[in-house]
């Protein structure tokens, strides 16, 4: 009898590298329904046919669906070989059977002449009594000892009360906190089904392992993409340190007319939050637009982690920027309802149509494939969504703009005409609703198609 679709589907992406669209690639183009049929796809050296498998993926495609397969034909020997010796153990267990007469001489009961006795059975009567009575004073000790469970629980239940202020362990955190894993997908085969444990993720799909400790998941790409100096510097625990309070304040005060003060509210006005929101802040930094929006939405004055309230998730590839945004979030009482994310943004490690929030500020320039982050923001966003990008275009001035992009050369800075933003956004799956230009500042809210 031929397997489901569903059934040979979820066979394939237990191998490694093999998640849900390959899968179908392999089920629909190729005919492979069990994995002795993608063995002999890989032998005939046709995996690379496949789309995004080289010669080294393939090779490990190949190797894990070896592993499983040996690993599946043993297990049906080990079944077989425990089966037969069954009847074997039954035969040995026959003599203990045999010796069962033992059990019917009872010397128990022949020392029952003892009873014959009319004065030894009295005495031992009386000692009973007196064992009985002594007996029962130790009980009265223990009696004070069972009200131990209830001294246990005073100091759980009183005190618990005041500890409510303190920061949520993750085990307490409850709907909220799984709603965050149910948005995550794996970076390395886009399969976004983890087992989950106290401090990590792995992929069910290529078994890969992800740290997921105080609210922050290290989703980074195995293979890191190739940064610009001025990637390299907001990197570094330096600039982290510097970047919230001094760094992007003065370079705000430079190229836009705004205060950094306006533009939080003017792109958490774009963003038109909901009950619902659900928001992820693409290249948060250490986590200053994120935090406003949080505070904005409400969420600093709950202490509630259940699955009704708004969804706000912060993502970064700089380790240092995601560590102080960390610091930020718990002096702000926000720990347990800002989740934060270390991934790359041209490869986000999110489901499709996760979000219906998305804010990228003080990023996009600095990205070296501009048009794939943003229809990465398409596909993370559900039909309908947001998208507000902030973000610096060339201004007026012929001179002014030559300079700009003599500037790109060794910096990776990218300024964008107003025009050509518009034209990637709509290009990427996005209908553009309205900007705000300010000096050489823009910020761009979008609609997902």
Request: aromatic letters at 6%; a positive charge; one cysteine or more.
């Amino acid at each position: 009898m031929a397997k489901k679709k569903e059934d040979v589907l979820q066979e394939l992406t237990r191998v490694r590298f093999v998640g849900p669209a390959l899968a179908e690639e392999l089920y629909d183009d190729h005919g492979v329904r069990d994995l002795s049929a993608l063995l002999a796809l890989g032998k005939e050296g046709k995996l690379t046919e496949l789309s995004g498998v080289g010669e080294k993926k393939a090779s490990t495609i190949l190797s894990s669906a070896q592993r499983l397969a040996e690993r599946e034909s043993a297990q049906k020997s080990n079944g077989k070989a425990t089966a037969k010796p069954a009847p074997a153990q039954k035969k040995e267990k026959t003599p203990t059977k045999k010796s069962a007469p033992t059990k019917k001489s009872t010397p128990t009961k022949k020392s029952a002449p003892t009873k014959k006795s009319a004065p030894e059975a009295k005495a031992e009567a009386a000692k009973t009594d007196t064992a009985k009575t002594s007996a029962k004073p130790t009980p009265t000790p223990s009696e004070p000892s069972k009200p131990a469970p209830a001294i246990e629980k005073s100091p759980v239940a009183e005190p618990a009360a005041p500890a409510a202020e303190a920061p949520v362990s993750p085990k307490a955190k409850g709907p909220l906190r799984d709603r965050f894993i149910e948005t995550l997908r794996c970076p390395a085969c886009g399969h976004d089904d983890f087992e989950v444990s106290a401090t990590s993720i792995t992929c069910q799909a290529c078994q890969r392992q992800f740290n997921l400790q105080d609210d922050v998941a290290d989703l980074a790409p195995p293979h890191a993409p190739n940064r610009s100096v001025t990637q390299k510097l907001m990197e570094t625990k330096f600039y982290a340190q510097f970047y919230e309070e001094i760094m992007r304040p003065r370079l705000t005060g430079v190229v836009s007319e705004r205060t950094m003060r306006e533009e939080y509210r003017l792109a958490a006005d774009f963003l038109d939050f909901g009950d619902e929101t659900r928001l992820i802040d693409v290249g948060c930094g250490t986590g200053n637009f994120t935090r406003y929006f949080a505070q904005r939405i409400g969420l600093a004055e709950t202490r509630e982690t259940g699955g009704d309230l708004p969804l706000v998730v912060g993502m970064d590839l700089s380790w240092p920027m995601l560590e102080t945004a960390r610091r930020n979030i718990r002096r702000e009482n926000l720990d347990g309802r800002v989740f934060l994310v270390r991934g790359d943004a041209t490869r986000i490690p999110m489901r499709r149509g996760s979000f219906n929030r998305l804010h990228c500020a003080g990023t996009l320039h600095l990205l070296n494939d501009i048009d794939e982050a943003l229809r990465n923001f398409a596909r993370i966003l559900e039909p309908g969504g947001i998208c507000v990008i902030g973000t610096f275009i060339l201004g007026e001035g012929m001179m002014r703009r030559m300079a700009k992009r003599l500037a790109e050369i060794p910096t990776r800075f990218h300024w964008f005409s107003r025009d050509e933003l518009h034209k990637r956004l709509e290009r990427a799956g996005f209908e553009v609703v309205s900007d705000d230009v300010a000096g050489d500042a823009i910020t761009i809210k979008a609609r997902r198609v």
